[in-house]
């Protein structure tokens, strides 16, 4: 398949800007694998699940990591995404600058110095005089989506995290996550339904384009990822006794496929992955979905056509436009089932 097979085009008006008045007021499209769709709201997921099922999330905690300076020696204006904390004082980020800073370039970010030390691809390696986790605590911005069209508010600081976040190192938030709060969650768990949950902290990359027609050029961006014992023996227990995996959000769904071998075996533990799922994907572990509505031409919506079934989501998609669905990450969910 091609690029441009995933391409469709969404009346601005439909973004969503800022999140629903209330986590669970969002519209949730429950999608079978053939047959009618139906349009309910988020609140409704408890009586769509059944006592078994497991509902595995995302833990990661989004950070401040969009930092705003200038370059020391030509006062040249800076901005840096950090993609990724690398160590105590190194971190990868993406730099927006009228000219590309140089190796040796030292970046005064508020209070705090940086320095370039290499470009790495589309990123360039930074080496801070202070702890980064430090400097992004104090000098850092919530790194709302490009989308977003303002500047983060005091609002966002709870509703761009999930309930359940836990571990810092995401720069931007595991969507799906964001429709739940504690009531639903006791809900759910009081009906039978499990939890279970696995870390991985989604970069900036995931907002990168895809540059090629041909989708074998495209050079997946690479997350960091951890599946705790816990949550493997969750998942077999599930399965032992019939019920179904659920993964919220395609980040949960990315850490799990990305940790079980050919025969849907997971393996605990913690690694990096570069998984790239395009139609034709077996999926190993995940049964069904929730997740929000994707960017034309992108990676999440190749994995949502290979999970349901590209002519189904083609689908879905119209059926969201046309019903006045809110898109992208403040926006509305759907429930799938994987095709087959």
Do not use: W
């Amino acid at each position: 398949m091609r690029l441009s097979d995933f391409d469709y085009v969404l009346p601005d008006e439909l973004i969503a800007h800022h999140p629903s008045p209330e986590r669970t007021g969002s519209r949730l499209l429950q999608v079978p694998p053939e047959g009618p769709m139906t349009d309910r709201h988020f609140r409704d997921l408890p009586g769509l699940l059944r006592a078994g099922d497991l509902l595995v999330m995302n833990d990661t905690r989004v950070i401040k990591a969009r930092l705003h300076g200038h370059k020391r020696d030509s006062g040249g204006l800076v901005e840096a995404l950090i993609e990724r904390v690398t160590g105590e004082h190194e971190a990868l980020a993406q730099i927006r600058a009228s000219k590309t800073p140089r190796p040796g370039t030292v970046l005064c970010l508020g209070q705090a110095l940086a320095t370039v030390q290499a470009r790495e691809g589309e990123f360039h390696r930074l080496r801070f005089e202070e702890p980064v986790a430090q400097v992004l605590e104090r000098e850092g911005r919530l790194p709302l989506p490009p989308y977003i069209t303002r500047d983060p508010q005091a609002p966002d600081e709870s509703r761009y995290q999930t309930v359940y976040a836990r571990h810092a190192g995401a720069v931007a938030a595991p969507t799906a996550g964001l429709h739940f709060d504690e009531a639903l969650l006791a809900q759910v768990q009081a009906l039978g339904v499990g939890t279970a949950f696995v870390t991985l902290h989604v970069g900036a990359g995931t907002f990168q384009p895809v540059r090629h027609d041909d989708l074998s050029l495209h050079q997946m961006h690479t997350e960091h990822y951890e599946i705790p014992a816990a949550t493997v023996l969750a998942i077999e227990r599930t399965r032992a006794a019939g019920g179904r995996v659920i993964a919220v959000g395609t980040t949960s769904m990315r850490a799990l496929e990305s940790g079980a071998d050919e025969t849907g075996q997971l393996a605990a533990g913690a690694a990096h992955t570069a998984l790239f799922i395009t139609p034709g994907y077996r999926f190993r572990v995940v049964d069904a979905l929730i997740t929000n509505f994707h960017l034309p031409r992108s990676t999440l919506l190749m994995l949502v056509s290979a999970f349901a079934g590209a002519p189904r989501i083609r689908e879905v998609y119209a059926h969201a436009i046309a019903a006045r669905y809110r898109f992208f990450s403040y926006g509305d969910a759907m429930l799938l089932t994987r095709l087959g």
